[in-house]
């Protein structure tokens, strides 16, 4: 088992920034590749961002490239997710997920199997 929490979030402004946490516990944090996954209301949750445990390959959903950077810090045991630009669709609340690092990197929520509890951002234009 692994836990996890993602503190941070909050309201900010059409084109500011933010940087989202995702702290982990438990099993070994490099079992793991780590993703950020979102839900805006009334949508399905859609992928953000995902990087291997080795933080080799990284995944950014395309219409978040360029503008959204995921990281990893194993020493810490810690996901970040840095947002630069942000636009009122950006809102939603943002998870942070771990899944098993057998599989390759994946898009597909179905492929994660421990979840933070969420954060909430908010974008005011």
């Known amino acids: 088992q692994v836990q996890l929490v993602e503190p941070g979030g909050g309201l900010v402004q059409a084109g500011g920034s933010l940087k989202l946490s995702c702290l982990a516990s438990g099993r070994a944090f490099l079992a793991f590749n780590m993703g950020w996954l979102r839900q805006g209301p009334g949508v399905e949750r859609e992928f953000v961002a995902a990087i291997k445990q080795s933080a080799s390959v990284r995944l950014v959903a395309d219409s978040m490239k360029g503008r959204f950077t995921i990281s990893r810090d194993n020493a810490r045991n810690s996901m970040y997710l840095e947002m630069t630009s942000l636009k009122p669709e950006d809102t939603a609340v943002y998870y942070c997920?771990?899944?098993?690092?057998?599989?390759?990197?994946?898009?597909?929520?179905?492929?994660?199997?421990?979840w933070g509890q969420g954060t909430q951002v908010t974008v005011s234009s």
């Open positions: 997920a771990a899944a098993d690092a057998t599989y390759g990197l994946s898009r597909e929520r179905n492929t994660y199997t421990y």
